[in-house]
């Protein structure tokens, strides 16, 4: 049986990858920035992203939520996500100034 461009592509459209990422310890501008570069980087190979904050701590809440326009913006779109768990209300505050298509989640916060 041969096998087609159009077989390959029909069934690449019932894959879907999830990712996650649970940093854990205080988030300085080293950290975000990595964080923002791996962001960016699953961006470009899944469809949905979920960043889980419980065990980590922001440092700079503008900072962050900076280093996430560029992988939300990758992750907006049908089909697609940037799940953020666990923010506390700095950072969402600081989500709301900056603007962009990032899902949030409310968890327990350390």
């Known amino acids: 049986m041969t096998t087609t461009v159009d077989d390959r592509i029909e069934s690449t459209r019932d894959?879907?990858?999830t990712a996650e990422l649970r940093p854990v310890g205080e988030l300085g501008t080293a950290e975000?920035?990595?964080?923002g570069d791996d962001l960016t980087s699953l961006a470009d190979r899944a469809n949905i992203?979920?960043?889980n904050l419980v065990a980590a701590t922001v440092a700079d809440?503008?900072?962050f939520a900076e280093a996430l326009r560029r992988p939300?913006?990758?992750?907006s779109g049908p089909d697609r996500c940037l799940l953020l768990v666990g923010a506390d209300a700095a950072l969402l505050g600081a989500l709301r100034r900056r603007g962009g298509e990032i899902a949030t989640l409310a968890g327990a916060h350390h």
């Open 61 to 63: 809440p503008e900072e």
């Open 15 to 17: 894959f879907w990858l």
């Open 32 to 35: 975000i920035a990595r964080l």
């Open 49 to 51: 992203v979920v960043l």
């Open 72 to 75: 939300g913006a990758k992750l």
